[in-house]
């Protein structure tokens, strides 16, 4: 497996692995189904692995900790903080607010530790900006983390370019997560820039929109009852017909350049710079070796812009979050 650099702190596979869909959002999956695939990313050199503590919540800092437990010096291990959670909910029903008070980033990273049953965590992201906290006092309260050894790197989801130059200025910030992928492009804006410019790896989630950029979900009714997508926009019924028709012409070029189409939508990704590590979700084996193969597919110039054109976002149906969600990002 090829790897890149987030940051000065952290050498990780080009392809990670985000966990979240094991535990949460997508309708979870049975745990030893789970173990064996984040053992199976191992075997193939999958180093990087993305939780948060509100995936589940709590549920899947759980599971990444007891599978990763031996492999645990081949790994680098993500995990997030920054929501108000109330643990007699489940799901997302269980967020109900932000809060990336110091005393909370703490606390939150004492809990992560145990629940992982790690003594470091390698990268720790701030999920979501709190407007009510100054970015500085996140940040500073983070740090200090890393300086009782408890932290190794520092990161930030979601963040806008403003922010992330703020927060890098109390301490070095190793990687931004956001979303991104053919259909989401936001970050391009300015995000990239200022990553590029203060030597910042940038963190693509959801690098194949959900599974959209797959070519296997076709239908809403597809998608199982506690399935989070169907309460989200562009996957609607009439939007979602419109988007799966530019998945169709997605799936001709990856038949005539031999690959799947979730391979094409991620090697576009890993092209747009060495600095992008993105971390597909997979449950399957099946689509986590899939995956991680797109980091050898190999493309073009013309291969690049002609995949950008048939995905653009100008064409895409529908927001990718709900309008409450929506007022979370970019801040």
């Not at 391979?263 to 070796?289: M, T, Y």
């Not at 895409?316 to 969600?325: D, I, K, N, Q």
């Amino acid at each position: 497996m090829k790897t890149r650099k987030l940051g000065n702190e952290l050498t990780v596979s080009a392809v990670g692995l985000g966990c979240m869909g094991m535990s949460f959002a997508y309708g979870g999956q049975d745990e030893k189904d789970a173990i064996r695939t984040l053992h199976r990313a191992v075997e193939i050199g999958v180093t990087f692995f993305d939780t948060a503590e509100v995936y589940g919540p709590f549920e899947n800092e759980k599971l990444v900790g007891k599978a990763l437990k031996d492999v645990r010096d081949r790994v680098v291990i993500a995990t997030k903080f920054g929501f108000r959670i109330d643990p007699t909910k489940q799901g997302g029903e269980g967020i109900i607010g932000l809060d990336s008070r110091p005393e909370n980033v703490k606390a939150v990273a004492e809990a992560s530790l145990k629940r992982l049953g790690i003594d470091v965590i390698d990268l720790f992201y701030q999920h979501r900006v709190d407007p009510d906290v100054p970015i500085e006092d996140t940040v500073g309260a983070m740090a200090e983390l890393v300086r009782e050894g408890k932290i190794r790197a520092l990161g930030l989801s979601e963040a806008s370019a403003a922010t992330i130059r703020r927060a890098h200025a109390v301490h070095p910030i190793a990687a931004v997560q956001s979303e991104y992928s053919l259909q989401t492009r936001e970050p391009e804006d300015d995000v990239f820039d200022t990553c590029r410019e203060l030597g910042i790896g940038f963190v693509p989630y959801s690098p194949l929109g959900r599974g959209l950029l797959t070519g296997t979900i076709r239908k809403a009714d597809e998608l199982g009852a506690d399935d989070w997508r169907k309460s989200q926009p562009r996957f609607q019924a009439d939007n979602l017909a419109a988007n799966v028709a530019l998945v169709d012409t997605l799936e001709e070029i990856a038949r005539a350049k031999n690959v799947t189409t979730a391979q094409l939508a991620l090697a576009w990704v890993l092209h747009q710079g060495d600095f992008i590590v993105p971390i597909p979700g997979a449950r399957k084996i099946k689509h986590l070796e899939e995956n991680v193969a797109a980091a050898d597919v190999v493309l073009g110039r013309d291969e690049i812009a002609k995949i950008g054109e048939a995905l653009s976002p100008s064409r895409v149906v529908g927001e990718r979050y709900s309008e409450a969600m929506l007022a979370l990002v970019n801040k």
